[in-house]
T-cell receptor
C-alpha cells in the first residue's frame, strides 16, 4: 500500500497561508490523494482530494507535483479555528472491490494569534 | 443528509462485559468502515463492509465482531476486551468504487474505556 509521510507539527500566523507538505513517493497512478483534518478528537473532516491536477475549493487548495510523489495542502488565510491535525491520505483500491484509505501520521497545525 | 451518527458517545466497560457500538448513515453509501484511533495517532482501519458484506478485516482480534444488518447500519460488538482496547472508535461511509468518486464521511466517534 502507498504510504504518506508528513511533518509532525507546524505553526502558522493567523491570516497567513498555511502550507502543509506530504510525501507519497510510492503512490500508484490511479490512487487519489485526500486531505482530512481532525479537531479535538472529533471525527475527521474532509477538506479536498486530487489525482493529478491542482484542485481548489472553498476550504483549501491542493498542489500535486507532476511526478505525483508529493503534494501540498494550502489554507490561504489561516484562522484560529484551523488549528487541528491534518492528515494526508492515499485512497487505494483493493481486490475485494472497495477502497482503503491509508492515513499518514498527520501534521499538528497550530495557528497563532 | 450528509451525516454519520454513532452511539453511544462514551462507553465504559469491564473486561467481562459485552457491549455494542452503533453507526448509522442515510446517504445511500454502500461502503462502511470501522477505525480505531489511539491518542495522538492516526485512525487505523479495522473493517470494511461493501454492500453489507465484510470486505476487509485488517487482522482484528475476534473480541471485536462487526455486523452490517442493512445498508444504513453498522455495528461493532465487543466482548472480553482488554484495557489496551481503550480508544476512539470511528465509523465512516463512502460510495463504493463502481458508484463513482466520493469522499469518506466520518461519524463523531465513540470514546471507549475498558477497565
Amino acid at each position: 500500500d502507498a504510504k504518506t509521510t508528513q511533518p509532525p507539527s507546524m505553526d502558522c500566523a493567523e491570516g497567513r497561508a498555511a502550507n502543509l507538505p506530504c510525501n507519497h513517493s510510492t503512490i500508484s497512478g490511479n490512487e487519489y490523494v485526500y486531505w482530512y483534518r481532525q479537531i479535538h478528537s472529533q471525527g475527521p473532516q474532509y477538506i479536498i482530494h486530487g489525482l493529478k491536477n491542482n484542485e481548489t475549493n472553498e476550504m483549501a487548495s491542493l498542489i500535486i507535483t507532476e511526478d505525483r510523489k508529493s503534494s501540498t495542502l494550502i489554507l490561504p488565510h489561516a484562522t484560529l479555528r484551523d488549528t487541528a491535525v491534518y492528515y494526508c491520505i492515499v485512497r487505494v483500491g483493493t481486490t475485494s472491490g472497495t477502497y482503503k484509505y491509508i492515513f499518514g501520521t498527520g501534521t499538528r497545525l497550530k495557528v497563532l494569534a | 443528509d450528509t451525516e454519520v451518527t454513532q452511539t453511544p458517545k462514551h462507553l465504559v466497560m469491564g473486561m467481562t462485559n459485552k457491549k455494542s457500538l452503533k453507526c448509522e448513515q442515510h446517504m445511500g453509501h454502500r461502503a462502511m468502515y470501522w477505525y480505531k484511533q489511539k491518542a495522538k495517532k492516526p485512525p487505523e482501519l479495522m473493517f470494511v463492509y461493501s454492500y453489507e458484506k465484510l470486505s476487509i478485516n485488517e487482522s482484528v482480534p475476534s473480541r471485536f465482531s462487526p455486523e452490517c444488518p442493512n445498508s444504513s447500519l453498522l455495528n461493532l460488538h465487543l466482548h472480553a476486551l482488554q484495557p489496551e482496547d481503550s480508544a476512539l472508535y470511528l465509523c465512516a461511509s463512502s460510495q463504493e468504487r463502481r458508484e463513482g468518486l466520493s469522499e469518506q464521511f466520518f461519524g463523531p466517534g465513540t470514546r471507549l474505556t475498558v477497565l
